[in-house]
């Protein structure tokens, strides 16, 4: 686990050492949890997004787009529930006056016991060698059994006072399992208190006073509110979808893994509108797509799962989260949710507006009901970029730290460099640049030694290295160097383009969904 900590800190220093994220504001010491993304981090991202939306809008003739204001009417917030529910319990340690996520504390302590059991387990599996049972192990080792025992208990504690929404409860967990401040060391809690986590500003100034607008926490809504339009003005039949990317913002309190928690981020949301009673079988549908949609990058089948939930909101029928394997352990990267008619219902009583959908096969209206794939763009940066890294060994006893981007993502396709700065050299590279241009991110460089300039390439994730030597102004062929690999092989520059394209462009991605 310290060895994994290691590297994530590592990748954080290596986002910002190569121009992908960098702490926001940071001449001014920082924003805590608010992060800028820099030339290359911008590409990428841009890279990942367009995936998504291509995904869903070129490859669902029922699928389009919508681009929604961040501003909306104070009162959807109101109707979905955000204004009354979009909570978490704080709490703050008086000697350190650091605030907390009480939620957070318990689960930390869960976690701990969880620790507690595996150390057990490992030290029995040292002891015992091969001849080491762990599901006997688990089953009869006193301390083992003791340590699971009040996991268990804390853990039903902790739900029954959540759903209950029992907030003197949750303080009493704490003092009870004896939790203390990270920073102080010290039990002097405050009381828990519940926190809404919607930015709020102040719209217009009237002589009456302004409105209250919120910064969205979500994208959703914006899709909601707009459903009946697009129906309409786009002759939509249902089933259909609404895509729409765009940024959320959310006063977190505890903000913590780099850009896995932040409190300005950019959401990909689809909405599918589905007839009622239609909706379990398109939540398979989609949970299916979407995590074939991910697999399709090849950064390792082994690292997703899903996360059913066993809980569900009330006005869910259906929920599951997809979770990757970062360094710190399988995290949630995308939620796919059956939503109901909640949603639409709430803003048709709240709006006062008839906003059924009449269908003219069944000749009747109603509310559909509605399937979300929801993700959050940040996450799925911070999974491509972690399982891309890697510190590789060489033969030659060097090392180069090499990004295995997904070649349809990498933030620049290829890299165009004259062995030497004269010769015409330069004007021969400059020409190959001005050809692959118009196509593809491509980067001249001529400073440093070869073998520098392709460490920089590396660690950027550029997929190939293009070299003209003395040999391209006799024969008009230059060395294509593949990253992953590092093979070298000759070829034509007329060849160029095509074998660039074959393998960067996003369609060779798309087709793999069908
Ligand atoms: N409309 C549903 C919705 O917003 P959510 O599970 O709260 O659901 C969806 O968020 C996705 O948005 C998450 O799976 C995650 O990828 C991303 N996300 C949520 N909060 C985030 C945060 N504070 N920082 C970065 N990404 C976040």
Redesign the pocket.
């Known amino acids: 686990m310290a060895q994994q900590e290691d590297v994530f800190k590592k990748i954080v220093a290596h986002a910002k050492e190569y121009g992908f994220v960098f702490q926001s504001s940071e001449i001014y010491d920082g924003l805590a949890a608010v992060y800028d993304y820099g030339q290359n981090g911008v590409e990428l991202k841009n890279n990942i997004k367009r995936y998504w939306w291509d995904a869903m809008t070129l490859l669902h003739e029922n699928i389009v787009g919508i681009d929604s204001a961040i501003f909306m009417h104070p009162t959807i917030w109101k109707a979905s529930g955000h204004v009354d529910a979009f909570n978490d319990p704080l709490i703050d340690n008086r000697d350190s006056k650091k605030r907390y996520r009480a939620d957070v504390l318990i689960e930390d302590q869960i976690a701990k016991y969880e620790d507690k059991i595996n150390k057990e387990v490992a030290k029995a599996a040292k002891r015992f060698g091969e001849s080491f049972d762990e599901a006997m192990f688990r089953q009869t080792n006193p301390r083992v059994l003791e340590h699971q025992a009040k996991r268990d208990a804390l853990h039903q504690r902790y739900s029954d006072a959540m759903n209950a929404n029992d907030l003197a409860e949750l303080k009493q967990i704490i003092v009870d399992e004896g939790i203390v401040c990270p920073i102080s060391g010290t039990k002097n809690w405050t009381d828990v208190r519940q926190f809404n986590l919607m930015f709020k500003t102040e719209m217009g100034s009237t002589a009456d006073g302004s409105m209250t607008v919120y910064l969205r ?4 809504q914006g899709i909601f509110v707009n459903y009946l339009n697009v129906q309409k003005t786009g002759r939509m039949r249902l089933p259909f979808g609404i895509a729409q990317i765009g940024k ?1 913002f ?1 006063n ?1 309190i505890v ?1 913590r893994q780099f ?5 300005e ?1 950019e ?1 990909m ?1 689809m909405q599918f509108f589905v007839r009622p009673g239609e909706e379990l079988k398109w939540f398979k549908q989609w949970k299916e797509w979407r995590l074939k949609w991910h697999k399709a990058l090849g950064l390792g089948d082994q690292k997703y799962r899903y996360h059913d939930h066993e809980k569900l909101a009330h006005y869910a029928n259906a929920a599951t ?1 997809i979770e990757f394997l970062m360094p710190f352990g399988f995290k ?4 796919i ?1 059956s939503r109901t008619n909640f949603d639409l219902s709430q803003h048709e009583k709240f709006s006062g507006k008839n906003i059924k959908y009449f269908d003219p096969e069944l000749n009747e209206s109603y509310v559909p009901y509605v399937i ?1 794939t ?3 763009v ?3 940066f911070l999974s491509v970029l972690c399982s891309s890294y890697e510190e590789q060994a060489l033969e030659n006893g060097e090392k180069r730290v090499v990004l295995h981007l997904p070649e349809a993502l990498a933030p620049v396709k290829c890299a165009v460099m004259p062995l030497v700065r004269k010769d015409g050299l330069p004007d021969k590279a400059r020409e190959i640049v001005n050809e692959l241009k118009f196509d593809f991110a491509t980067h001249y460089d001529e400073k440093d030694s070869i073998g520098k300039r392709y460490r920089r390439q590396d660690a950027i994730g550029t997929p190939f290295c293009i070299t003209v030597d003395h040999q391209t102004l006799d024969d008009n062929t230059v060395t294509l160097r593949e990253r992953d690999s590092m093979e070298q092989t000759r070829v034509n520059v007329a060849d160029l383009h095509k074998l660039i394209h074959d393998r960067v462009s996003l369609t060779s991605l798309l087709r793999k969904l069908g």
């Open positions: 926490p979500e994208t959703a959320a959310r977190e903000a850009i896995f928690r932040m409190r981020f959401q949301e989260d949630e990267v995308e939620g949710h979300e929801s993700i959050g940040d996450r799925m």
